[in-house]
């Protein structure tokens, strides 16, 4: 019976492609086998992109990593050329600080900053003639004061730490006034003018005096800002931004006879 069924769909198929119709058994075979097919090449890709996708992701994320250290050694780098550019700079500063013909200067590094008790600690001590009560000074101006030394070592209370003070001038072609600048436990000195007149007026550069033998004349200490008269003493005040910002410095120098 399937033999007889088989001969007369060769027949009915000869005679369709004979007669130029439609071969409908073909059309409904394709038609039947049209969506498997493909749908198994669909899986063949997919099986494919998976495979290429897992190989590729590892090689990818090993590329990422290799791109990640590089940059990361890039910026590394950039700031180590940074640091010393910086370095270069403030030593060339420091090299430019006058000659104190009564002091020499010893330079040094700043190896410890202590921003909550106003202090530093730097890299020199009694073997380099370094003793308590030798100013300390930076690029920019006035530093501090040594407070205590050991043989390499010592440690210095900022211009701005509560037991600091020195005599300062107000430096302006209208007043050369002299006055006391003392530390406040804060970001900022307070600067006391003896006199009732206007002596200072914000933005005044403030020296030392000289009118002592611990620090020689001339020294920026910093800039006058807020003034106010403090009517109960008869003297004129100000707040003194000092010139150095010791967080940003590494380098110092300090005045020994």
């Known amino acids: 019976m399937l033999g007889l069924v088989g001969v007369l769909l060769g027949i009915y198929q000869s005679s369709a492609k004979t007669g130029g119709?439609?071969?409908l058994v073909s059309s409904g075979v394709q038609l039947a086998v049209r969506y498997p097919v493909?749908?198994?090449?669909?899986v063949a890709d997919w099986t494919?992109?998976?495979?290429?996708?897992?190989?590729g992701a590892n090689s990818l994320a090993k590329r990422?990593?290799?791109?990640?250290?590089?940059l990361a050694q890039y910026r590394a780098d950039r700031s180590a050329m940074e640091?010393?550019?910086?370095?270069?700079?403030?030593?060339?500063e420091i090299a430019k600080l006058p000659a104190y013909p009564t002091f020499k200067k010893v330079p040094c590094d700043i190896v410890g900053?202590?921003?909550?008790t106003h202090r530093i600690m730097l890299n020199v001590g009694t073997k380099r003639m370094i003793k308590p009560g030798a100013p300390v000074i930076g690029a920019g101006g006035l530093i501090g004061q040594v407070v205590e030394a050991s043989p390499t070592s010592c440690y210095v209370n900022l211009v701005t730490h509560s037991d600091f003070s020195v005599g300062a001038r107000v430096v302006r072609a209208q007043s050369?006034?002299?006055?006391i600048a003392s530390g406040q436990a804060a970001e900022t000195m307070l600067l006391s003018v003896y006199t009732e007149g206007v002596a200072v007026q914000p933005g005044d550069l403030i020296t030392t005096s000289g009118l002592?033998?611990?620090?020689?004349e001339g020294i920026a200490i910093g800039h006058a800002g807020k003034v106010w008269p403090n009517k109960n003493y008869g003297i004129q005040e100000a707040s003194i931004q000092p010139v150095v910002d010791v967080a940003t410095i590494r380098h110092a120098v300090v005045l020994v006879r």
Request: hydrophobic share 35%; glycine share 8%; net charge negative.
């Open 21 to 23: 119709s439609v071969d």
């Open 38 to 42: 493909l749908a198994m090449n669909g």
């Open 48 to 55: 494919s992109d998976f495979k290429s996708g897992i190989f």
């Open 64 to 70: 990422n990593r290799l791109l990640e250290g590089a």
């Open 83 to 92: 640091s010393l550019r910086k370095d270069l700079a403030e030593t060339r």
């Open 113 to 116: 900053y202590f921003p909550q």
């Open 176 to 179: 050369q006034e002299a006055g």
């Open 212 to 216: 002592s033998t611990v620090y020689p």
